[in-house]
């Protein structure tokens, strides 16, 4: 099902300077493994450039995105499927951990090392005094952008071999409205509350209803036209 606005990521200059980081750009609950009720979970500032740059990684990104779907992975496991080697998966789950986004699970047979993603939600700027920062999770940002539109485009090229009843709840959705940067942080806020509505499932496979399966929940809302071109918007008022 195609229409007209979709939410993750949010764009907010600061108000001050010390106020650079209160409003996070970039909301991620794919990277979260939530223990705690939904709008309990405990949220991870990322402002460590050497961290943002861990994270803007294609594969890092596919081992989270696993983790999230199935709990704990061992590398062996985790290698089978993202199509990469043991060893290679093992030495970028351990740069992960380095940064605070996976910590070590259960023992995997054979004492083979589980991991399992931290329970938080991690958020970090797209705007940031710091420039190494600034580009950095400007990086993570396209980095994880990048991957859910090669998600989509393998969607769309499959969607017909899917059963209809998810071929019809599936959605593209997309709008331009003239809101307040209010209004817009309303827009964002709301969409954030619908995505906290299952982030539990992650974690909890009892509070899975029959037929459940993983589902890509993506959102933006951003001005249409740069600031540079500001100028040449027609008056508010008709």
Known sequence: MASGGVGTRRSCPPRSSRG????SAFDSMLLAMPVHEPRELPVHEVRD???????????????LEELAISGSLTATEAAA??????????WHLRQLARYGFVEEAEAGPGRRRRWRLLP??????????????????TAATL?????????????LASAGTAPAGWRDAAFITQSIG???????????????????RYADRLSN??????GAKPVRLIGCGIPARPPQLEGNLPSMRA
């Open 20 to 23: 650079a980081f209160r409003k």
């Open 49 to 63: 450039s050497q961290a943002l740059r861990a994270l803007a990684h294609p594969l890092r990104i596919r081992l």
């Open 81 to 90: 499927l993202v199509s990469e080697s043991p060893a290679n998966c093992s």
């Open 120 to 137: 938080q939600q991690n958020r970090w700027p797209d705007w940031d005094e710091d420039e190494q920062v600034r580009l950095a999770g």
């Open 143 to 155: 980095a994880l952008l990048a991957r859910e539109h090669d998600a989509l485009r393998a969607w």
């Open 178 to 196: 003239w809101l307040t940067a209010e209004e817009l942080n309303q827009v964002g806020r709301e969409i954030n509350e619908i995505f906290l």
């Open 205 to 210: 496979p009892a509070r899975r209803p029959p």
